[in-house]
């Protein structure tokens, strides 16, 4: 089975005060694999990614990397990218690189390659305030790149960024997740989900309310992913 999953979440609950955010959550993700966690605003998807990062506490459950539970010594093997980029705007592209360089230990040196491919060779030495929010995300995706680890936590990572460089994210994280690592990102856009994920998980009022489904299983059966989505949540009852 650990074969199989870089990632497996199990029974997994989470409360805020008397609130349950999570309730008893349970998924897995299959190496080489882009999944989409998708669900109405509110349902617990930016808790799920910083729950299971190790960035707030869980109440019970278990999270495995590998077949490993994910402790200190190895929860590098996990890494979250937030929604917002959390950038100095008063550095450059570059000095923003040697300082998360110096911060999570990796050389300069390696984020050349990517800082081409990720098309930011013209500005990289322009300070961040002059980027568009596209450049900043993908500025902050390089270290994470770098260190390589077997499973990205994208929250909300695809909105904002305009046709181009969606393109250049899209390759290359195509590229991260064929040496078998994997990768959950959450978003409200369905139309790119159906383009950009392997497989969709739908989480509603915290609890997994559609377990992992392949894309092409869903189009063929539904259409898109938007009348799956709103048939999975009777979101149309809401309006």
Not at 44 to 69: F, Q, Y
Not at 84 to 97: A, D, M, Q, R
Not at 166 to 178: F, G, N, P
Request: glycine fraction near 6%; proline fraction near 4%; charged fraction near 25%.
């Amino acid at each position: 089975m650990y074969s199989e999953y870089n990632l497996i979440v199990s029974n997994v609950s989470k409360k805020v005060g008397k609130e349950t955010i999570l309730n008893n959550i349970s998924f897995s993700l299959p190496k080489g694999s882009i999944v989409g966690l998708l669900g109405l605003n509110g349902a617990g998807k930016t808790t799920t990614l910083k729950a299971v990062s190790k960035m707030i506490p869980i109440d019970a459950g278990t999270i495995k990397v590998e077949g490993e539970l994910l402790q200190e010594d190895n929860k590098n093997k996990v890494m979250f990218l937030p929604d917002t980029p959390l950038v100095y705007p008063v550095l450059s592209g570059k000095e923003y690189l040697s300082f998360m360089g110096d911060l999570i230990n990796y050389d300069l040196q390696d984020a050349f390659p990517l800082i081409k491919k990720l098309n930011l060779e013209h500005s990289i030495d322009k300070r961040i305030s002059d980027y568009s929010l596209g450049m900043k995300k993908k500025l902050t995706l390089i270290p994470l790149l770098i260190k390589e680890p077997k499973v990205l936590l994208l929250d909300e990572f695809i909105s904002g960024i305009d046709p181009v460089s969606m393109r250049d994210i899209k390759q290359i994280l195509k590229k991260y997740v064929s040496k078998n690592n994997s990768i959950l990102f959450s978003t409200h856009q369905l139309d790119v989900a159906q383009v950009f994920c392997d497989s969709i998980l739908i989480i509603h009022h915290g609890k997994i309310h559609t377990s992992l489904m392949k894309v092409d299983e869903i189009l063929k059966k539904y259409g898109s992913i938007e009348d799956f989505f709103i048939q999975q949540t009777d979101i149309e009852r809401i309006y």
